[in-house]
């Protein structure tokens, strides 16, 4: 145990619990000396300050090897491979980081004058022409925060088309393939949703799509690739089949990242259709932000997009704010201000560097390392549909039965190996999933250390190393957790007898 511990600190008896920084203070500690300010009067009159503030008292060391230590206990995109299915966590060029540090980009206020922010403004409209020419779309509302906040998007300018049309309607349908996410946005959005099951190659069953299409339906929400990792083929059919109704079709955009530089999804039928910035054009993610969703509308539903957007006027660029200054925006605003403009500083960095053939060449080694997990996996994992796959590799926990480990345990023992775990249990609509996505900037000699990673933990399953699997992960600061009890690692804080009481 200690020697293991050697391996993970780099020190032997480095302390593994990180006191909270509150639990450092030390009182009159400071980082800084400043002298006394000069007795002169204030203007705060009852807002002054009459007691402590409740900061720690703290030297900067303390305060940067605090943090920093707290940082290297997180896994990261930087640190390893991140093969979480239907997110899309990949390497983000550092060019496009430091472009969206420029001075001029960073230190722009939204409350400016739109005549010191045009090159803003162009910047925003050069994006949406980019995104607009991918995806074979009339126009673009930028302001979406993220990935669900584009789906509501989209769905309230479904609802105010259909409104203005005097043809208010209340269901959505909603296939099992789709984004997790789908139906909290249509019920948040006041439709009833209605589930559309996937059929024995996990895509949209079709015969059960046009039995529950009537004209009440307002749109379909269709993940293209879906969650299973498969390119829903009948696409084209099922557009034709809403619109034959008087309904739209939502496309959820989260697994753009498979086909982006070789579909359009304007050429399929889509009508409406969010794209996560933060997955396919280059921002860091996860854990909250930042993100950005902006949604793609076809020409019927372009009036009816939301506020704000830049119009080009004159030679140069004008932001629409109100609804009176421009066509459409029955329902305002989604979002304050503009959009997350430091996102789309970082896509269009991302497009222009990449090119139309560098984006192709991207969405197409994204589907190749897939394809390849495939290849080399399914012999000893079970796949719920065949191949090939898009972006994404879908298997399920067949390979596990008889063998006492879940597919909990076996992800918990891949944190031991060096890897994130994959997505779990995630589509629903097969048991015990594992969906992995390699993405594009994984390279072939990564993948195969992944690879057998996870053929050697699938042969320990089947060899009966059960206790391996349920005691895993060992080696991270806290060990397995449960629903009831943090099974906290042995190591406390400096010891001189650490070997003896980690035993």
């Known amino acids: 145990m200690a020697d293991d511990l050697q391996t993970i600190t780099g020190h032997r008896g480095l302390v593994m619990e990180e006191p909270l920084i509150f639990e450092q203070d030390a009182p009159g500690r400071t980082a800084v000396d400043l002298p006394e300010p000069p007795d002169v009067a204030d203007r705060l009159g009852s807002a002054v300050r009459e007691g402590p503030i409740g900061l720690p008292g703290l030297s900067e060391p303390q305060v940067i090897r605090h943090y920093l230590r707290l940082s290297q206990k997180n896994f990261s995109i930087d640190a390893g491979m991140y093969p979480l299915g239907s997110c899309t966590m990949k390497h983000n060029p550092r060019i496009n980081e430091k472009l969206a540090r420029l001075p001029g980009l960073a230190g722009i206020h939204p409350l400016q004058p739109q005549s010191t922010v045009q090159g803003a403004f162009e910047l925003m409209a050069v994006t949406a022409e980019w995104l607009t020419t991918l995806t074979g779309m009339a126009g673009v509302a930028m302001s979406p925060a993220a ?123 889509i009508d409406c259709m969010h794209l996560n910035l933060h997955k396919t054009f280059s921002t860091p993610h996860g854990g909250g932000g930042p993100g950005a969703g902006p949604v793609v509308l076809s020409e019927a539903l372009m009036p009816f997009a939301p506020l704000p957007y830049v119009i080009r006027e004159g030679e140069g660029f004008r932001l629409v704010e109100h609804a009176e200054d421009g066509d459409g925006a029955p329902y305002g605003r989604m979002k304050g201000f503009h959009g997350q403009f430091g996102v789309f500083v970082r896509a269009l960095a991302y497009m222009m560097s990449m090119g139309a053939d560098g984006l192709r060449q991207a969405s197409s080694d994204a589907v190749l390392n897939a394809n390849y997990l495939l290849a080399r996996l399914s012999d000893l994992l079970t796949l719920p549909f065949p191949g090939p796959c898009m972006h994404e590799v879908l298997f399920d926990d067949h390979f596990l039965h008889g063998t006492g480990v879940t597919t909990l345990d076996f992800a918990k023992a891949m944190i031991d190996e060096g890897f994130h775990p994959m997505t779990m249990y995630f589509p629903l609509v097969v048991h015990g999933a594992l969906l992995m996505e390699p993405t594009e900037t994984e390279s072939k000699e990564t993948l195969d250390q992944f690879i057998m990673t996870i053929r050697s933990l699938a042969e320990r399953a089947r060899d009966g190393e059960v206790d391996h699997f349920k005691q895993a992960p060992r080696l991270t600061p806290w060990r397995r957790l449960d629903e009831t009890t943090a099974a906290r690692s042995p190591v406390l804080r400096w010891r001189p007898d650490l070997p003896q009481a980690a035993e």
């Open 147 to 269: 990935g669900a906040h584009g789906e509501l998007t989209g769905l309230m300018t479904i609802r105010a088309a259909l409104e203005a049309a005097g043809n208010a309607r209340k269901r959505v349908l909603v296939p099992e393939s789709a984004h997790g996410t789908n139906p909290a946005s249509a019920h948040m959005c006041g439709y009833s949703v209605e589930s559309i099951p996937a059929d024995e190659r996990g895509r949209v069953d079709l015969a059960a799509f046009k039995e529950n299409l009537t004209d009440d339906v307002a749109a379909i929400m269709i993940t293209n690739p879906n969650t299973c990792g498969l390119f829903e083929n009948e696409i084209i059919q099922i557009a034709e089949a809403a619109h034959a109704v008087g309904a739209y079709v939502y496309c959820d955009g989260a697994n753009f990242n498979a086909i982006v530089g070789r579909v359009r999804p304007g050429d399929l039928g």
